[in-house]
């Protein structure tokens, strides 16, 4: 009967949706019905669990809203004054692209299993007064989205019942560039929830699925870093990733994901102090070095460096790795194009030196003291060492003996005399 | 002291060092402990000495131009002192006196023999001993050389010219080791020789007042103080 019911609604409800002007009457009139009830601002109902339901409906914010001109009947097709519990507006029926999305997202899934507080809906868009997301004073605008995200998401109780991701991921976002860009400037075009997440079709970023999973990360900055994606398509990082490779770094491994900030802010992991941290996250491990074959102790030969320990001290025009290796359009060195390839190390270290040419060049870079790999100051720094070690002896030696021999020659003035 | 034994007045004391070289002396000691406790601090830079010396000297910044402006003051004595030395009486008379000789050589194998028990005299010694010769070419030496491959690090933009960066490592840590060295000598030799050893202890105040007592001279430096004898000094 139900079934039958809906099936019949179906033509109807197109036809209120085209023919407006001839039904605005009509559902004036039937809107005028409910009205006498549901106009009443004191009107509500008790629920089961304990509180009250405030049943009134604030019309001039329905007529005002995208639907405004729609009959109450068009969604409430069970009503009839007057009635007992209505059965749940489904918004499917006018909208069943966005139905199927939303019930195969973390949302949906969670709804249908009726955990009460996975978002409906009505939860993001609002009921009677539900506006256009162009709208400025919608819900779904641009600039209003966190907020409605956060209602939830922020709520310690929802976090810790569906083990979500904690309140300092929430207020990382609002620090980041991107919440600041939204915050402070008001921007349209920062980046809000639904950007990275979606919006009806949201799931766990672990899920393949998702928009947020590591595969799809590129791309979805891309969406608007479409330069930079250009650049890291064509870097090592990039082809590695393409080919399948889960460890290839993506955006949000050097840059972050909530908490990302300006490159010149001293907590961004690409903060000129913090790039060789950040890079040798995966460059020190030893899993990672064997498996590419790169070269190992990057990071302890740098951090000894003029450039490493002035970084370390602050210095922050010193050179980090991405000052030579470049940044989002990393090569290795094998490659004719990377920028510490041997044929472009002069222009390479002539962006700060500027008489660095071709000779300076030669040998390695990141000097590690090993026989074959830096012969001069190995053996300089072991001639020192045994230089050193062996004038130390010598000096506890001379000064043992002197005691002595002073002993002596104390004994024979003294014998001498006497 | 063993004073009061034979021959001269307990009090009688002789000039060691005119005030020319205690000037010298203490300029040397002043830039010498500076540009150690700076240069460690960059040699040492990722442990807790480093960054305590780091802290203390006012930033990595600040260590810097430290470092230089004692290492410019240590060069320009490092040059007045050779032209002193070869062009006035006084320092040419001192070069004199701190050529290395063959006797030097045996003295110390002498040394060495009598305080063994072997032979049976301490060696008598001039002015300078072979001590104190070691201390003097030493640290000459050694701070020609920290001078040149210092030079060449600060000048980097000029040195990046002409030499591959190979060579600049080496210059680096040639110029580090060899601060080392004359660190060690330093606290082994000059402090043993100028403070521990029993006939200047506590320490030889020829640096302060530039005399030596008479009686010091005859024990330590016999040749020395026979030849002042001779020239009617003493």
């Known amino acids: 009967m139900k079934r039958i019911r809906t099936l019949l609604f179906l033509p109807l409800a197109l036809a209120a949706t085209f023919l407006l002007p001839e039904t605005a009457s ?37 007529r005002e809203s995208v639907h405004g001109k729609g009959a109450c009947t068009t969604c409430h097709s069970d009503a009839k004054a007057p009635h007992d519990k209505l059965e749940k507006v489904s918004c499917g029926k006018c909208h069943p692209d966005s139905e199927k999305s939303y019930s195969q997202s973390t949302h949906g899934k969670g709804h249908a299993k009726g955990a009460r507080e996975a978002a409906y809906c009505s939860d993001c868009h609002g009921k009677h007064d539900i506006r256009k997301s162009g709208d400025a004073s919608s819900r779904t605008f641009r600039l209003n989205i966190v907020g409605v995200c956060l209602r939830c998401h922020k709520d310690r109780a929802i976090e810790e019942k569906y083990g979500l991701p904690g309140q300092q991921v929430m207020e990382a976002y609002e620090q980041s560039v991107h919440g600041m860009a939204l915050k402070k400037s008001g921007l349209l075009g920062t980046a809000v929830c639904s950007d990275c997440h ?10 393949p699925r998702s928009a947020t999973h590591r595969q799809n990360i590129p791309n979805l900055c891309g969406k608007c870093h479409s330069g930079i994606l250009e650049q890291y398509e064509g870097s090592v990082h990039g082809k590695g990733m ?29 903060f000129a102090k913090n790039v060789p941290k950040t890079c040798s996250a995966c460059h020190e491990k030893e899993g990672i070095s ?45 490659d004719p194009a990377s920028r510490v390839n041997k044929a472009n190390l002069p222009r390479t270290c002539g962006q700060c030196h500027p008489n660095a040419g071709p000779n300076f060049a030669k040998g390695p870079m990141h000097v590690e003291v090993t026989p074959q790999k830096a012969m001069g100051v190995f053996a300089v720094r072991v001639f020192y060492t045994i230089f050193i070690s062996v004038l130390v002896t010598l000096f506890v030696l001379h000064v043992g003996l002197e005691f002595f021999g002073r002993r002596r020659r104390k004994r024979m003035e003294e014998g001498g005399k006497g | 002291m063993t004073a009061m034994r034979e021959g001269t007045t307990p009090s009688a004391t002789v000039v060691r060092m005119s005030l020319m070289f205690r000037i010298q002396h203490a300029l040397l000691m002043v830039t010498l402990l500076v540009l150690a406790l700076t ?6 830079h990722e442990n807790w000495l480093g960054r305590t010396l780091i802290r203390l000297e006012g930033g990595f910044l600040y260590r810097g131009f430290l470092h230089r402006a004692a290492a410019s003051l240590l060069m320009g004595q490092l040059l007045f002192h050779a032209f ?30 009598y305080n063994l028990g072997v032979a049976a005299e301490y060696p008598r010694f001039g002015k300078y001993g072979y001590k104190e010769k070691f201390q003097y070419w030493g640290a000459t030496l050694g701070i020609f050389l920290i001078s040149v491959t210092g030079v060449l690090l600060w000048a980097e933009t000029f040195s990046m010219r002409f030499f591959p960066k190979l060579v600049l490592d080496v210059t680096l840590i040639i110029h580090g080791y060899q601060g080392l060295l004359a660190f060690v000598i330093l606290l082994f030799w000059h402090v043993y020789n100028e403070h521990l050893h029993p006939s200047v202890f506590p320490m030889n105040n020829a640096w302060l007042t530039g005399r030596v007592e008479a009686e010091w001279l005859r024990l330590e430096h016999p040749l020395e103080y026979e030849k002042l004898k001779r020239e009617g000094v003493l």
């Open chain 1, 26 to 62: 009509a559902a004036d009139a039937g809107a005028a019905a409910c009205m006498e009830c549901h106009g009443d601002k004191s009107i509500e109902k008790s629920l089961p669990g304990g509180g009250t339901l405030s049943l009134y409906v604030d019309m001039k914010a329905y």
């Open chain 1, 198 to 207: 979606g919006n009806h079709a949201i799931l766990p970023g672990d899920q």
């Open chain 1, 242 to 270: 393409r080919g399948g490779i889960a460890e290839s770094p993506v955006c949000t491994d050097c840059h972050g994901e909530h908490r990302i900030t300006k490159i010149t802010d001293p907590t961004s992991p690409v």
């Open chain 1, 290 to 334: 064997s498996r590419y074959a790169l070269p190992k102790k990057r990071f302890s030969t740098y951090m000894d460096s003029f450039h490493g320990i002035a970084l370390e001290y602050g210095m922050t025009k010193a050179a980090n790795c991405a000052s030579c290796h470049g940044f989002h359009d990393i090569l290795p060195s094998a």
């Open chain 2, 39 to 44: 240069g460690f601090a960059l040699m040492y």
């Open chain 2, 84 to 113: 002193y030395m070869l062009l006035t009486r006084e320092g040419k008379k001192e070069l004199g006196e701190f050529f290395l000789r063959r006797q030097d050589f045996s003295d110390f194998l002498q040394s060495i023999r």
